[in-house]
């Protein structure tokens, strides 16, 4: 099986993973329910629950254990869209090929949406407990990444400098804070969450960060070109809506060729230090080249 075949089959995994820990449409609030289902299932990479599996594995993991925590990336992820598109934020019409949540469901239930999947995420990787309780220990120190790569120390912290700094021309060093908050944490949390359920040790963890890291700037340079040179319909949601917001970015800052590079480098340094660790297998190897080549 080639890498797009096997890349295809995980995603068609990680869909039932998430349909199987979405809440029942039912209650006088189940328009809440139905606004989460739209936001999470509009599709997507399904890159960072596929990187906390392939993480997983990576060190030995076997066990469905991980599958909540899958699924609660995912949601925080998706939380994170669902408001970045809001009025308030990107404003932003579509994502993904389709209309935001906001604009079907109303500002209003967008808000609550995003905040129930953030709060939904955390109820999803609590379930780990019951199905585990002998790894309590390791699933508790996963709660708390999930917990600071989400927040205010993490995704969260880079959302705020970033809006704080649209308009307004920032340094490299600003915009990797950013980028390195913004983007990487959640990757981060991602990779981090698979080696810790598995049993790896403080260095192995270590360095996952320092990888994950490393694929989250790559990524986000990447989103940055691809909102230059990409069209709408290839990419599903508007492009130029860095220039729209007068926001600093690697193409502005680097320039166009020189920001492509440096995706190429920092995407093999991540490659060549993910290797040390000596991987079962060549998919996460490959997982992590593709993210270099992507067009949307």
Same mark, same amino acid.
């Given at each position: ?22 809440? $029942?449409? &039912?209650?006088?609030?189940?328009? +809440?329910?139905?606004?989460? $289902? ?15 599996? &392939? @993480? ?5 993991? %076997? @066990?469905?254990? +991980? &599958? ?41 239930? !967008? ?20 199905? *585990? ?5 390791? =699933? !508790? ?8 790569? *989400? ?5 969260? !912290?880079? #959302? ?26 959640? +990757? ?7 080696? /810790?359920?598995? !049993? ?17 700037? *790559?990524? #986000? +340079? ?20 860095? %220039? ?18 440096? /995706?190429?480098?920092?995407?093999? $340094?991540? =490659? ?13 190897? $490959? ?10």
């Amino acid at each position: 099986m080639n890498f797009k075949e096997t890349y295809r089959r995980k995603v068609e995994e990680i869909e039932q993973i998430l349909r199987a820990y979405l809440p $029942e449409q &039912e209650g006088y609030q189940k328009v +809440i329910m139905e606004a989460m $289902e739209y936001s999470l299932m509009a599709g997507g990479k399904r890159l960072r629950p596929m990187l906390m599996k &392939e @993480s997983y594995r990576l060190f030995g993991g %076997e @066990s469905a254990l +991980i &599958e909540p925590f899958m699924a609660a990336i995912e949601m925080i992820h998706t939380y994170s869209l669902v408001h970045d598109d809001l009025p308030a934020m990107d404003n932003d019409d579509y994502r993904r090929g389709r209309k935001t949540t906001h604009v079907v469901y109303g500002e209003d239930m !967008g808000i609550l949406a995003g905040d129930a999947l953030l709060n939904y995420a955390f109820e999803t990787a609590a379930k780990a407990f019951d199905m *585990a309780p002998q790894a309590s220990l390791e =699933i !508790g120190k996963a709660m708390q990444i999930l917990a600071k790569k *989400a927040g205010i120390y993490g995704m969260i !912290g880079g #959302q705020v400098v970033d809006v704080k700094s649209t308009k307004t021309t920032v340094s490299g060093e600003v915009l990797d804070f950013i980028y390195k908050l913004k983007t990487g944490a959640l +990757i981060e949390s991602s990779m981090m969450i698979g080696a /810790v359920l598995a !049993g790896a040790d403080e260095a192995q963890v270590k360095t996952i960060e320092e990888i994950a890291g490393m694929v989250g700037l *790559a990524f #986000q +340079i990447q989103d940055d070109i691809l909102d230059v040179i990409s069209t709408a319909e290839v990419l599903g949601k508007p492009i130029h809506s860095d %220039e729209k917001n007068e926001k600093t970015t690697y193409v502005t800052w680097k320039g166009l060729d020189e920001a492509k590079a440096l /995706v190429e480098q920092i995407s093999m $340094e991540a =490659i060549q230090k993910l290797e040390s660790l000596n991987p079962p297998d060549m998919y996460l190897a $490959e997982l992590l080249e593709s993210l270099i080549h992507r067009d949307k």
